[in-house]
């Protein structure tokens, strides 16, 4: 390569077959982990709102049955926290429709039901974090195998030459450099949106589980008070 002529583009060129195949696999995940990030940031922005709404209607003193027949209507496009209150009235209103009067029983199974559906939601909401995770750790590691490749490639051309300077050594290695910098190019954005996305998916998990928990909570009252009503009535 003419020293003089060094873009990022004619590094890219001149670099030898096993580089370019790095860099090009670098390159497809940078593009892959970008569109994950965009549409990760997306789907986090859609639950986030859906859960913020269904709450804010869970406490405004409306029903719980106008509550779960909106949400039995609404099952596809209603958020996760609307799917799991759903999912539990559903097993609480089977169980009583069998006439299991033990309060111990009917919250478990309703609790149950809801736990299974917050982790299918979870699965659902943590979906391709993990391949973020993997482009941050390991393209760091394929820019350096190309580095290394490209510099034994470049040294054993030296070997040919009387005399080495710093004008033919410099195009080799930056070709290998290269290589290393399209990984560290791949790798930052992914990381920082790992970190910062599974910061936002444990936040939406606690919020999840507060809400089980509040919602078993108020459960048990009704039943409690349903008992009592029976009880008084005899």
């Known amino acids: 390569m003419n020293s003089q002529n060094m873009s990022i583009f004619s590094l890219v060129l001149e670099a030898s077959w096993v580089v370019q195949l790095v860099m090009l696999a670098l390159v497809v995940a940078s593009v892959a982990s970008w569109a994950t990030i965009f549409r990760k940031s997306a789907l986090l922005k859609r639950v986030r709102m859906f859960n913020d709404a269904f709450e804010q209607e869970f406490w405004s003193g409306t029903s719980l049955n106008d509550l779960y027949t909106a949400a ?23 169980l009583r429709e ?17 736990r299974a559906s917050l982790q299918r939601e979870m699965d659902e909401i943590e979906a391709s974090l993990a391949f973020l995770g993997t482009v941050g750790s390991v393209s760091p590691y394929v820019g350096l195998f190309g580095t290394v490749w490209g510099v034994m490639h470049a040294f054993t051309g030296f070997a040919s030459m009387e005399q080495v300077t710093l004008a033919t050594v410099a195009p080799g290695i930056a070709e290998a450099l290269a290589a290393t910098a399209m990984g560290l190019f791949a790798a930052i954005p992914a990381v920082t949106a790992y970190n910062r996305y599974a910061h936002q998916i444990d936040r939406i998990a606690n919020q999840l589980d507060t809400f089980i928990e509040e919602f078993s909570n108020i459960l048990q009252r009704n039943v409690g008070a349903t008992a009592s009503s029976s009880a ?3």
């Open 232 to 234: 008084s009535g005899h």
């Open 98 to 114: 069998r006439r299991i009067a033990d309060v111990a029983t009917l919250m478990d199974g309703t609790r149950r039901a809801m």
């Open 72 to 94: 039995a209507q609404n099952a596809k496009r209603g958020g996760p926290m609307e799917r799991i209150f759903a999912s539990g009235m559903r097993e609480y209103q089977k």
